[in-house]
T-cell receptor, first 114, second 114 residues
Framework: AQSVTQLDSQVPVFEEAPVELRCNYS??????LFWYVQYPNQGLQLLLK??????LVESINGFEAEFNKSQTSFHLRKPSVHISDTAEYFC????????????FGKGTRLHILP | DVKVTQSSRYLVKRTGEKVFLECVQD?????MFWYRQDPGLGLRLIYF???????EKGDIPEGYSVSREKKERFSLILESASTNQTSMYLC?????????????FGQGTRLTVV
């Protein structure tokens, strides 16, 4: 079965510093990858997605993620974080050759330090 | 914009009560999902549905059932609530089987069973 591993449960980082949130998934023939963000007391919002094409995908608020098939990874990066980026981030994978389920990692809580 | 609406943000129920969590989406999506979210465990899939009157068990269906009588509505039922079902419940919808899109989430229902 498909699975997602987020290696860090919490990541503290100073404001304006770069950050990387790591995500690895179990191998599959064709896979689609997502990063969702959850701000306090809210539901999940899509941050960015890889469906096909360019392996580097970007969000409107400065995040980017790169699909690396050989490493089975989809790490999320931002060159300079802001206090408003404080949230929990979930990596997710969907394998349309199977049953349309989206499987989530356990989440990484990003703490921005002033 | 796609809207997924969960009927309650907060619920408090007593042990043994029958609990209904309602979810409605307004984009004619075929697929609907119920997840529960617990600290350190991420999102775990309870049940999902591909179409009206169709349902499939997810990873943790025990103690839950679902109903999908209309395409836009997907209900999660706790037949006899227990304290270990205290959690955040998230409903999601996705367009249709075989079409590659992300899932859209409701705001969540925080259920406390006392």
């Amino acid at each position: 079965a498909q699975s997602v591993t987020q290696l860090d449960s919490q990541v503290p980082v100073f404001e304006e510093a770069p950050v990387e949130l790591r995500c690895n998934y179990s191998s599959s023939v064709s896979v689609y990858l997502f990063w969702y963000v959850q701000y306090p007391n809210q539901g999940l919002q899509l941050l960015l997605k890889y469906l096909s094409g360019s392996t580097l995908v970007e969000s409107i608020n400065g995040f980017e993620a790169e699909f690396n098939k050989s490493q089975t990874s989809f790490h999320l990066r931002k060159p300079s974080v802001h206090i408003s980026d404080t949230a929990e981030y979930f990596c997710a994978v969907s394998d349309l050759n199977r049953d349309d389920k989206i499987i989530f990692g356990k989440g990484t809580r990003l703490h921005i330090l002033p | 914009d796609v809207k997924v609406t969960q009927s309650s943000r907060y619920l408090v129920k007593r042990t043994g009560e029958k609990v209904f969590l309602e979810c409605v989406q307004d984009m004619d999506h075929e697929n609907m999902f119920w997840y529960r979210q617990d600290p350190g465990l991420g999102l775990r899939l309870i049940y999902f549905s591909y179409d009206v009157k169709m349902k499939e068990k997810g990873d943790i269906p025990e103690g839950y059932s679902v109903s999908r009588e209309k395409k836009e509505r997907f209900s999660l039922i706790l037949e006899s609530a227990s304290t270990n079902q205290t959690s955040m419940y998230l409903c999601a919808s996705r367009s249709q089987p075989g079409v590659v899109t992300e899932a859209f989430f409701g705001q969540g229902t925080r259920l406390t069973v006392v």
